[in-house]
């Protein structure tokens, strides 16, 4: 289970950084979850900064938008690095769609929780292929707290940990929505029930 550190201002000198990876399939609710995070630190007064790959416009160029239609102000980037040249003086970073970052997202982490931020990152932890999408497996390894959630089998209506692509397509990013995956259990991923 996950509890949230203190949500108070703290000393500069006694912040304590960390890392919290929330992970899953498509439609388990990941992007809710870091909203519902980053909106209690805000109410909390604490100085939040939101990034997102500048390639993800699924739902909004500039936000972080979930399914449900949650939205949250956010600024996006290109590369890992540039979060560390955004972030500035903030308690808590929030990153979504962490997937889509290149492999540098796992030390502009491990940096920013060394200098007293907390990082919550969330992602797709497999890709279409039921594959370990990297550069999760490396964030979940170093992370303090890691929440996995689930959606529902889109087939049988089971827990579903899986994003199962309905097309053809096979280059590891392609984004879509409802149209393009469904969320499957295991059984139905792998095709006992498809």
Known sequence: MFLEPPLGNQIQSGRKGQIEVICGSMFSGKTEELIRRLNRAIIARQKVEIFKPSVDIRYDERNVVSHNESIIRSTPVQFANDILLLAGNCDVVGIDETQFFDEQIVTVAERLARSGVRVILAGLDMDFEGKP??????????????????????????????????????????????ESYEARCRRCFYGEHA
């Open 133 to 178: 999408f990297e550069p999760m497996p490396q964030l979940l390894a170093v992370a303090e707290y890691v929440t996995k959630v689930h959606a529902i089998c889109m087939k049988c209506g089971d827990l579903a940990s899986f994003s199962y692509r309905l097309s053809a397509e096979k280059s590891k990013v392609m984004l879509g929505e409802k």
